[in-house]
DNA sequence: AGGTTAGTAATTTTT
DNA sequence: TTACTAACCT
């Protein structure tokens, strides 16, 4: 608030969100003619820079808030730059054209629909829906599923949507062998497809809008007109038509800005070409080139570490962390070498309940993972010690079974030819309408091409008993909520249609745990409902816009992957399983060599440079995958750590662990012996530890604890096996030997 | 039509 | 190990 009303009554002295810059900084915000890129090093202010810059082109009278374009990658970053510019203006910021690159192309979209060959209602299709009606089209094909694999093709469409290439724009050179070369094929094919049921995947919003702007110069030129400034975050992380969409509307003012850090290009599996952001000089021709470097996030010793690591990549435009404070000092940051995952997961669970006896805040501690499946282990290790955690980024709200059936329902309502939403509900709840009865309707639908529900109304009468019986009704129902959505409202009548399909009584007669909180969603998303104004715009809404709904607040310690944690920030980050194979990831490497060698190493520098004061690697001489246990070497990011800057622990007995053969080594699903730890007396000897037999029965009503699931009470005991009710873990039924009295 | 079983595959995933 | 899917049975 201060910060406005300087900015409007200073005499001479600066608006105070320009005082704040540091020098970098203010060029960045005050270069407004021509192309600049920003090259923003972690923790150097980039949010800032583009907020102040956006609020100075307004502040300057440069442009209206609806002649600038600001495109982000994430919603969440979009909502952050709109709050933040909002308080520098100390106003809301009304008809900004402010959003992700497929909310902002959505909403072009939909005024252009016709020309693309779409409805304007048309429906947005997530990855679930994309890969059914692609696995329709490859059947229809006839190619054998199993030896081409729907994932496959699917990867295949999405990576010539991420280049700009049309079917028609595909070359021999930039085609693949798939099935036969038959992908071109089944790609057109899947396009068709995508316009019968006048629908658009989350590629199309991009491709069909740069195909647009390519091929109608007099839309191009609208828009051109339109736009003054174009500012861009995250431009490392773009893919080529992203670029082509960005390079197209900038041709008009030339006034783009992109922001990025080429050394936090993580993305490339996904399309993303870093190339882009290395390219920036040659394709925007007298670009300004600013460089952010002073962090004001980290201590030193993490900054060394990051800056030491990331040095060993070849491609970067090259840029060094500068600690902005003159401190110096700060803990080194410690390596650990552990036995096996198991200890890592004791460990780090050891070291945060000791940070938070010290008066840390477990909201300021993140365990950072290359891959999902590793977040099981901590998160069992913190359910045994009782520390509350968060998983972010998870199962998504609307990735929910019960979400996604009752938006199909909504979109069939609100749009009738979409035959993936309608498949999905004919039948759900069970109305008896089976494979048999579907197929027909599809044949029907061919024939006549016409939508699956228009078949279905037409083969209505021809069904016989129970089928057409319920058909009919559904289908009367369907007209019914079309007429009612006039007259009460979308949110009344969604509420409706899902009691009396009979969507919701199912779940009310769901006799699993999970069905309580599957009708409680549903309310919610009933309830989410009521803040639009239409039921197409909370399709879009879901679709584009809506996120977990997990409470990000609390005091909890945040367990997540390293790509998940870019942009974020905490005290204390633990990065566990720094060994070779898993970090950097095997696979990765097999299928993308040196370059994705160095995407890798990009991921160990986004870890790192999370911590503000605190950061601790660790690796396990042994890790169990699936039933058995593999050995494991330390990563070579390790290595490439500056001696100087770190602190090991355990590393001489993790290096006589590889060189002496252990006893009992590698049975499968055995728990292989272990080294006594350091600061033991008898630090470097084998211990081979066998679950003792249980010396004393347990009892019904016993307070007992267990290594995963904490503590718990005995219900039942059955011979040696026991149920447990445990305090945060539920019921389990489990051997008594793997518990201990408490 | 719907439930059961055997076989198979398992990174990262802002939209 | 688990989780999911495709053939298989009732």
Known sequence: ?????????????????????????????????????????????????????????LLSGRAWPGQVLAVTFTNKAAREMAARVAAILDRPAEGLWLGTFHALCARMLRRHAEAVGLKPNFTILDTDDQERLL??????????????????????IQRFKDRGLTPGRVTPAEDSDFAGGRSVEIYHAYQQRLLAVNAAD???????????????????????????????????????????????????????????????????????????????????????????????????????????????????????????AAASEGEKLQVISLWDSDEEARTVGARIEQLRREGESLAEMAVLVRAGFQTRAFEERLIAIGIPYRVVGGAKFYERQEIRDAMAYMRVLQQPADDLAFERIINLPRRGIGDTTLRSFHAHARAHAVPLYAAAEALQPAQKGRVREALGELLRNFARWRDQIARDGHVATTAAMLDESGYTEMWKNDKSPEAPGRLENLRELVRALADFDSLGGFLDHVALVMENDEAAEGERV??????????????????????????????????????????????????????????????AANRRIYANWQASIPSRFIDELPESEISRIGADSARRQHAAPAPGWFVPGQRPGRLIEAGSDRQGAWEVAPRPARAEALGVGDRVFHQKFGYGRVMLVDGEKVDVRFEKAGEKKLLDRFLDKA
């Open 558 to 619: 945040s367990l997540m992957t390293l790509h998940a944690a870019k942009g974020l920030e905490f005290d204390t980050v633990f990065l566990p399983g720094w060994e070779e194979g898993l970090f950097p990831n095997q696979r990765a490497l097999d299928e993308g060599g040196a370059r994705a060698l160095e995407e890798e190493r990009r991921l160990a520098y986004v870890g790192l440079t999370r911590a503000r004061r605190r950061a601790i690697v660790s690796s």
């Open 1 to 57: 608030m201060a910060d406005s009303a300087e900015a409007h009554t200073h005499r001479g002295a600066e608006p105070a969100y320009l005082a704040r810059l540091n020098p970098e900084q203010r060029r960045a915000v005050e270069t407004l003619d021509g192309p600049v890129l920003v090259l923003a090093g972690a923790g150097t202010g980039k949010t800032r820079v583009l907020t102040a810059r956006f609020a100075h082109i």
């Open 202 to 324: 989350f590629g199309d919003l991009l491709l069909s809008m740069t195909e647009l702007l390519r091929t109608q110069p007099e839309v191009l030129a609208e828009y051109h007109r339109k736009f003054r400034f174009i500012l861009v975050d995250e431009y490392q992380d773009t893919n080529l038509v992203q670029y082509l969409w960005l390079r197209l509307l900038a041709q008009g003012s030339k006034n783009i800005c992109c922001v990025g850090d080429d050394d936090q290009s993580i993305y490339s599996w996904r399309g993303a070409e870093i190339e882009n952001i290395l390219r920036f000089e040659k394709d925007f021709p007298g670009a300004a080139i600013i460089r952010l470097e002073r962090n004001y996030r980290s201590t030193a010793p993490i900054l060394a570490a990051a800056s030491h690591l990331i040095a060993n990549n070849e491609g970067r435009l090259g840029k060094t962390l500068r600690p902005a």
């Open 135 to 156: 696995k329709q089209v490859m059947e229809a094909a006839g190619i054998d599923h199993r030896r081409w694999p729907v994932r496959a093709m699917m990867a295949i």
